[in-house]
């Protein structure tokens, strides 16, 4: 029985990871809370929907336009509103604000495009359940966890071992001595964007076939992304995954222990707590 | 006529968050995403007191300014140890607590029920029943908080707020208590948000807690930043822009199938454009 | 003149501009013939309930372009689910479309209107299980049967089942908590109601915890799953993983194929209570929206759209008797009939047990 709950908690804790490590990413390297980055979850979702429900593509052909189409719009919303605003020097406060105001905007898109309806995708895919450690874990959730340890990694080795990488550590240390040194800042972080968005776009996917899409969809799995990565580190991306678990363990257990209806007062209570005692979070940024 | 005196009601009531807010976000440089807590506390300190202990109004007015203060006091003593991002996402947590509790304390608030039938205020046997004169009660009251804002911001604390703003160190070398300043105007604004909350649940007559989600919160920032940061007028400005747009959306004639999406896409746009050509607001004085 | 001013003149200018376009909005429309129906319809279409309001609209659009009455007008109004704008939307509908009946879809909405009726008489047709309401004025009528006629329906299946012990897993929301509260309400001694989780929004949809709670807890004899729509399927799928037993019973937001298609197996034996949606509605819908999602709330509002066909005048007594009248009306959820009862007025429609077998809705009895 606990044993479920511990896998409840990690179930939760892979979805959460997947959008804190996209929003680390470009919090690290833009250096802002991009709150209009859970928009993107919806818009993979609702491109694989398109692709294979509506027009009946091949399910791992949409799946993959899927990712990359949440990566270019990503890219493409860098390009139009972050980059103008960040030669203008603005405040990050500016950029909460636009970050906003283009969830708002493209959430009312995606809802004229598709209704207000929740979506499924086709039920086709793995229904079968694994037992691990004791508790229960079904296909597509097992693969949401193995994926986000598995981006974890990739993005960490991509940061660590190419040049591509040296440039974003260069770019989120400091922006002044990477120009210097000759790195073209809008292009690390176009396609900081992209990859970002690209991961946001997955894990939205993944969350269609676990649970359904809607266009509103992304606010409430950006807001567990956002803290997640505080309590476990902003800018650190094994702090942002670890954060995630931290906080997939603190809801499900809260539930448990509580109630269903105090579940986001106590992952906020946390987020204060960690704000207060332990702004760093757990890992500090390296 | 209805129509009219109710969106110039509304805009009394918002003009009084507008300006509380900008008090705490426009003069203080702290940018707080959690008003719509401490409306949603003036809102049901009256909706309960006047429903459940047939308290006057503006007794109740009072009283929740009493609470908003104290609530306010302690949240904005967490926050005073943020700064800028963080304190933003901090007090957008508060809310999400403070909305949590709207909902789940039920034997106070009736949770998603809500509490309904609550009156109109009475004044030395005048009744408050005709939205005229209860707009002019709201034009008063919104007139009063304006000259509080101005008298507070033109005097000497109100100066150090702006110094604080733009270079909270140099303040502090100069030996003032950061703290005490920010506390202050941080409980006086929520107390201001309290006042216009008693005022939109007495004129509704009806309060729940989605109300006073993180949405309305944005949307009380984005007034601000759109009519102008620091500047009391451009608070009342942008309520006014903020609140007939969508009105006169409605005459536009999108299809009904996405009329409704359409006014929120362009709220989304008008944020966004805002941000990239015009970050000080209409009338601004300071810029996020 | 400086800056600021201009800026302030502005603001003045675009007040007066829409003040003078409305008044000539309005006297354009001013002498309407006094057959003309005008319907003004408020219903969430943004917000997190836009998917009802959706519904709902699509049901009275479907009406409007089946029967075909010219003398029927329509203007919707989006409430995003929200007192403020409710008022909004209502005064705008009265004062500027000069509409003859408001319809206002949802419980928190409808309270925040109904004392405006109660000053001014105007008919309303408030879709609400609240009681209240419909007691506010003569010139309200709720679509909807009260939250006690749903509890009452809903005993009487599960005494005949032998359910005591019930367990309940609820989405915050004023229809559950009204329901749960009738139940609770009617229950004799040797019955129990706990309920075991509330959740806040209806984007959670995770229950699995509180299914782990259910299962690991003490024993119910069955599981009322008070859920919306996205939320239903994924209980069962999570509930059919975790390998819970216990029989479970719903709401009438489970008469929606989409829910039941995306929740596969997972759904089979679930008994829920419900007005009787007829096929030729569920096909007529399916044919001009590609949906089957949430057909009672469509189909309420379809008959209540439908019953407006016969008014001969507009005025607002006219109106409201007509709805007054209603009786033995062969609706598209069934024989509707308009009940008074101590001073609540609405259209009672007669609740039906449905099972859900193989991913098909069936009746029982």
Redesign the interface.
């Known amino acids: 029985?606990i044993n479920?709950?511990i896998i409840?908690s990690i179930?939760?804790g892979s979805i959460y990871s997947m959008v804190a490590i996209g929003f680390n990413l470009i919090y690290g390297t833009a250096k802002?809370?991009d709150l209009g980055y859970g928009v993107l979850t919806a818009i993979g979702g609702y491109t694989v929907f398109y692709f294979s429900k509506m027009l009946g593509l091949n399910l791992y052909v949409s799946i993959i336009l899927g990712i990359i189409i949440a990566g270019c719009i990503g890219f493409l919303i860098e390009r139009i509103?972050y980059r103008?605003?960040r030669t203008k020097k603005?405040?990050?406060?500016?950029?909460?604000?636009?970050s906003?105001?283009?969830?708002?905007?493209?959430?009312?898109?995606i809802?004229?495009i598709f209704?207000?309806?929740?979506q499924?995708f086709s039920?086709t895919i793995n229904?079968d359940?694994y037992k691990i450690i004791g508790g229960?874990m079904?296909g597509v959730q097992l693969v949401t966890f193995v994926s986000s340890i598995l981006i974890m990694f990739g993005l960490a080795i991509l940061l660590k071992f190419t040049k591509f990488g040296k440039a974003v550590k260069a770019v989120s240390n400091d922006e002044e001595v990477s120009k210097i040194v000759g790195i073209d800042i809008n292009k690390i972080i176009g396609k900081v964007f992209f990859i970002g968005s690209a991961i946001a776009g997955l894990a939205g996917i993944l969350v269609g076939f676990d649970?359904?899409i809607?266009p509103?969809?992304g606010f409430?799995l950006l807001?567990k992304g956002?803290v997640a990565s505080?309590i476990g580190g902003i800018g650190n991306i094994y702090g942002g995954v670890l954060g995630a678990f931290f906080l997939g363990f603190i809801e499900?257990f809260g539930?448990?222990k509580i109630?269903?209806?105090?579940?986001?007062?106590i992952s906020?209570?946390v987020?204060?707590i960690f704000?207060?005692f332990r702004?760093q979070g757990i890992l500090r940024k390296k | 006529m209805d129509y009219l005196i109710h969106i110039i009601i509304l805009i009394g009531i918002y003009s009084i968050l507008a300006i509380s807010l900008n008090l705490v976000v426009g003069f203080t440089g702290l940018l707080s995403i959690t008003q719509a807590a401490f409306f949603g506390i003036g809102a049901y300190a009256t909706a309960i007191l006047l429903t459940s202990f047939g308290i006057n109004f503006f007794l109740s007015i009072i009283i929740g300014m009493i609470i908003a203060g104290v609530v306010s006091f302690a949240i904005g003593y967490v926050l005073s140890k943020f700064n800028d991002d963080y304190f933003a996402l901090g007090s957008f947590g508060f809310n999400i607590i403070v909305f949590s509790i709207f909902f789940n304390w039920q034997s106070l608030t009736k949770g998603p029920l809500g509490i309904a039938g609550i009156p109109k205020p009475v004044l030395f046997g005048l009744d408050f029943n005709s939205n005229l004169y209860f707009l002019a009660l709201v034009a008063v009251f919104t007139l009063i908080v304006y000259l509080l804002s101005e008298f507070i911001t033109r005097s000497s604390f109100g100066r150090v707020l702006k110094a604080i703003r733009e270079d909270e160190k140099a303040i502090q070398v100069f030996g003032y208590n950061i703290l005490y300043y920010k506390l202050t105007i941080f409980v006086i604004g929520a107390m201001m948000a309290s006042v216009a909350g008693s005022f939109f649940a007495s004129y509704i007559t009806y309060v729940d807690p989605s109300s006073f989600s993180l949405s309305e919160s944005i949307f009380i920032l984005v007034i601000i930043i759109l009519g102008g940061l620091a500047n009391n007028r451009g608070a009342i400005l942008g309520t006014i822009c903020l609140i007939v747009l969508p009105e006169m959306l409605r005459f536009v004639g999108f299809p009904s199938e996405i009329a409704a999406q359409m006014r929120l896409m362009i709220y989304g746009l008008i944020m966004v454009l805002l941000m990239l050509y015009r970050p000080k607001g209409l009338l601004g004085e300071y810029r996020l | 003149m400086n800056k600021k001013n201009v800026w302030i003149l502005i603001g003045i200018i675009v007040v007066i501009g829409i003040i003078v376009w409305g008044s000539l909005n309005s006297k354009k429309k001013e002498i309407p013939s006094n057959q003309i129906i005008k319907v003004g319809v408020i219903l969430p279409l943004t917000g997190p309930l836009a998917q009802y309001g959706e519904a709902v609209k699509n049901g009275i659009v479907l009406a409007e372009e089946k029967l075909n009455n010219k003398k029927i007008n329509y203007v919707f109004e989006d409430s995003a689910y929200d007192s403020a704008k409710t008022i909004t939307a209502f005064n705008k509908l009265k004062d500027f479309d000069k509409v003859d009946v408001i319809f206002n879809w949802g419980d928190p909405t409808s309270q925040a209107i109904a004392p405006l009726i109660k000053n001014n008489p105007f008919p309303l047709v408030a879709f609400s299980t609240i009681p209240a309401v419909g007691q506010m004025s003569p010139y309200i009528v709720r679509a909807f049967d009260s939250s006690k006629d749903f509890a009452d329906a809903t005993w009487s299946y599960l005494r005949s089942k032998n359910l005591k012990n019930i367990g309940i897993i609820k989405t915050e929301n004023p229809y559950f908590n009204g329901i749960v509260d009738e139940l609770t309400k009617s229950k004799k001694v040797d019955e129990q109601i706990t309920v075991v989780d509330n959740y806040l929004s209806p984007s959670d949809k995770d229950f699995k915890t509180s299914i782990v709670k259910i299962n690991s807890g003490k024993e119910y004899d069955t599981i009322g799953v008070f859920l919306l729509s996205g939320q239903i399927n994924q209980f069962y799928k999570q509930a059919s993983v975790l390998g819970m037993k216990i029989p479970t019973f719903g709401t009438d937001q489970f008469e929606n194929q989409n829910e039941i298609n995306a929740a596969g197996d997972a759904m089979n034996g679930a008994v829920y209570v419900n007005y009787d949606v007829s096929d030729n509605f569920k096909t007529d819908y399916k044919n001009r929206f590609n949906s089957d999602s949430l057909l009672a709330f469509a189909g309420l509002a379809y008959d209540t759209v439908e019953m407006l066909n016969n008014v001969k005048n507009n005025d607002k007594d006219s109106i409201i008797n007509t709805f007054k009248m209603v009786k033995n009306y062969p609706g598209v959820i069934g024989e509707r009939n308009f009940v008074e009862i101590s001073g609540d007025q609405y259209l009672f429609a007669p609740y039906h047990v449905k099972v859900i077998e193989n991913g098909v809705i069936k009746l029982i009895k």
């Open positions: 029985m479920q709950i409840n179930i939760a802002f809370f509103v103008k605003l603005a405040s990050s406060l500016v950029f909460i604000v636009a906003l105001g283009v969830m708002t905007a493209l959430q009312a898109v809802a004229m209704s207000s309806q929740f499924t039920t229904t359940t229960v079904t649970v359904g809607e509103t969809m409430s807001l956002v505080i499900n539930v448990w109630s269903g209806e105090w579940k986001d007062v906020f209570a987020l204060i704000l207060l702004p």
